[in-house]
Each structure stands twice: as C-alpha cells, then as structure tokens.
C-alpha cells in the first residue's frame, strides 16, 4: 500500500539558513510525487512536481528512488517561506496520497 | 477567474443530522476531487468524479458517505446519520483532466459534529 511519510510535524529555521522538509515515500509502482504549500489564511497549492525538475520560490526536491525519498530544499530561507508543506504521491491514476505535514516557521 | 469555491464555510450539526457540503469548480475543469483532513491528519482522498465515467469511490469511509456530480459542474458531498469523528475539514479540488495536471483547491468546509 501507498504511503508519505513526513516525520517532522514542526520544523523552525532562522532566516537565511538552508531549509530542509523530508518526504519518504512507499509505492509500488512508478511514483509521482509533489509539494503542495498552504501559506497562512491561503488554499492549498502546488508548489512543485517531481517530473518538471523546476525550482519554485528557490525549492527544489528531487526524487530518490533508492531512498524512496522527495525532501524538498532550499538553500537560504526567507520569512516568506513560512507556511505548512506537504508531500502528495499520486496513487493510481486519479487521486492524491498525501502525507501530514510539516509546518515551518522562519525565524527572522 | 474564480477558484474553486465550497460552502459553507463552517458548518455545525448535531451527532445524527445529514449535511451536505457543495463545491463549485473551476469552469471548464473535468476532474473534480473531495478530500478530507482532520485535525493533525493528513488529507485523505474520499472520492474522485472526471466527466460523465463512474466515480472513483474508493475513499469513501463508510456508506454514510455519498457525492454527486452532474456533468462538469458543481458537486455535492452529503455525510448522513453524522458523527463526531466525521468532524473534519473537507476540501475540494478541481484539474482539467485526470492524470498530471495540477489539482486546484478550494478553501474547505470545517465540519463539526457535536
């Protein structure tokens, strides 16, 4: 069976230090997977795809398959980046699986 | 143009009552998804509608739960016979079609069942 792992609920970083949320995965088959973010008082939104290989906002995550992982990075955190964070796989053709969470908070 | 939009915002009931939940997409979205997430949970997927096929229905908890949706346009989630533990936020997503175009939420309904 499908499953996202985030283990950290919070995570609390100063501002312009490298920022790190991990994903751990278990899938079967070929995974797809994301980053969605849900900033204060906003919707749940995607923040980037594992198969477009983009950088948003200065994130990126990259998709290790021997470690079943998808952490998702960012070199130099800003207060803006403040936020809940989660993991989605895409399981079969239709829904997504998503983990629970990581809150961060950046600390100016 | 507009999100995906749901009502109500918040809604409370009574252990027992039927609720119904809406969603409105995004015109011209196919695909349209109900999720739920309670409290330090996950979101987990409920159901999934794409045009006029057969619904993925696979997330459902229990047959307390049912969703309509008419063609391409709006859904509603009903919840009967309600329960403390369907306390929730459900939240409504859209995409232009299945497969990996992005999924467009809405802001939620907050469910409470006292």
């Known amino acids: 069976a499908q499953r996202v792992t985030q283990p950290e609920k919070l995570l609390s970083v100063f501002k312009g230090a490298p920022v790190e949320l991990k994903c751990n995965y278990s899938y079967s088959g070929s995974p797809e997977l994301f980053w969605y973010v849900q900033y204060s008082r906003q919707r749940l939104q995607l923040l980037l795809r594992?198969?477009s290989r983009e950088s948003i906002k200065g994130f990126t995550a990259d998709l290790n398959k021997g470690e079943t992982s998808f952490h998702l990075k960012k070199p130099f955190a800003q207060e803006e980046d403040s936020a809940m964070y989660y993991c989605?796989?895409?399981?079969?053709?239709?829904?997504?699986?998503f983990g629970t969470g990581t809150r961060l908070t950046v600390i100016p | 143009g507009a999100g995906v939009s749901q009502s109500p915002s918040n809604k409370v009931t009574e252990k027992g009552k039927d609720v119904e939940l809406r969603c409105d997409p995004i015109s011209g979205h196919t695909a349209l998804y109900w999720y739920r997430q309670r409290l330090g949970q996950g979101l987990e997927f409920l159901i999934y509608f794409q045009g006029n096929s057969a619904p993925d229905k696979s997330g459902l908890p229990s047959d307390r739960f049912s969703a309509e949706r008419t063609g391409e346009s709006v859904s509603t989630l009903t919840i009967q016979r309600t329960q403390q533990e369907d306390s929730a936020v459900y939240l409504c997503?859209?995409?232009?079609?299945?497969?990996?175009?992005?999924?467009?939420f809405g802001p939620g309904t907050r469910l409470t069942v006292l």
């Open positions: 997503a859209s995409s232009v079609r299945q497969g990996r175009n992005e999924q467009f």
């Open positions: 989605a796989l895409k399981s079969g053709a239709n829904n997504l699986f």
């Open positions: 594992h198969i």
